[in-house]
């Protein structure tokens, strides 16, 4: 079986991964065998098609609004991931493992913020960029013609590396872009855009839109008042 080494760039990453809580926002905390907040909002909006529905649950895997984090630790990251088939149940995770993947996944939820308009961060995109690295990801090949972006390592590299290699994926079928994180102040919630033509600003027009909104409202007419007191 052949490997090819393969090294996502930065500048690839600012192109081509130029990726908030929607409808009903009441959440559903579950229980599991150790009892853990469980970040999961109700949506009225599908979530991403295919496998990139794995790398926004993993992005959605805090609720910033409510301070809700699933993986508080690195008992709940393993568990998280071991559930998603991304590690192994019986892996070892210390603080330094949960602190990687947590910085990880608010790179990625900034590069969600690319994709909603916002500039492309540069630290985001050095953090992406040495997980890519670490997981050594490398195009395999099997017996039937075709070919997979996959990790060499295994562990956490390779777990944080198949997240990477999902966001490749969708860069280069043209799903990426439509990955979007919500720009209002609280929420940052990663949601998919499936309007026409890309033009969802908001995970929920509902709540975050309307809040946005009242703010733009009170601030004009805070100014007109204002420039009316000082005619």
Not at 52 to 69: K, M, T, Y
Not at 152 to 164: K, W
Request: aromatic share 4%.
């Amino acid at each position: 079986m052949n490997l090819i080494p393969v090294i996502v760039t930065c500048q690839a990453l600012s192109l081509v991964f130029l990726l908030p809580i929607t409808g009903d926002r009441s959440k559903l905390v579950t229980m599991s065998p150790e009892p853990q907040p469980t970040a999961v909002v109700q949506s009225s909006r599908e979530p991403a098609p295919g496998e990139l529905a794995l790398l926004q649950r993993f992005v959605n895997s805090v609720d910033l609004e409510d301070g809700i984090e699933e993986l508080d630790s690195p008992a709940s990251l393993r568990r998280w991931l071991a559930e998603r088939d991304l590690i192994a149940r019986n892996a070892k995770l210390g603080e330094p493992d949960l602190r990687r993947a947590i910085e990880l996944r608010e790179a990625l939820r900034l590069l969600l913020h690319a994709n909603n308009g916002a500039p492309v961060d540069a630290d985001a995109l050095e953090t992406v960029n040495a997980a890519a690295r670490a997981s050594q990801l490398v195009v395999r090949f099997d017996g039937e013609g075709g070919a997979r972006l996959e990790p060499a390592r295994r562990g956490l590299d390779g777990a944080l590396g198949t997240l990477l290699a999902i966001a490749y994926r969708s860069m280069v079928d043209g799903t990426w872009e439509r990955l979007k994180a919500c720009p209002e102040e609280t929420c940052g919630w990663a949601f998919y855009d499936r309007s026409r033509n890309r033009s969802s600003t908001w995970c929920s027009m509902a709540v975050c839109g309307n809040r946005a909104k009242a703010r733009a409202f009170r601030r004009r007419h805070g100014a007109d008042r204002a420039g009316g007191a000082a005619s």
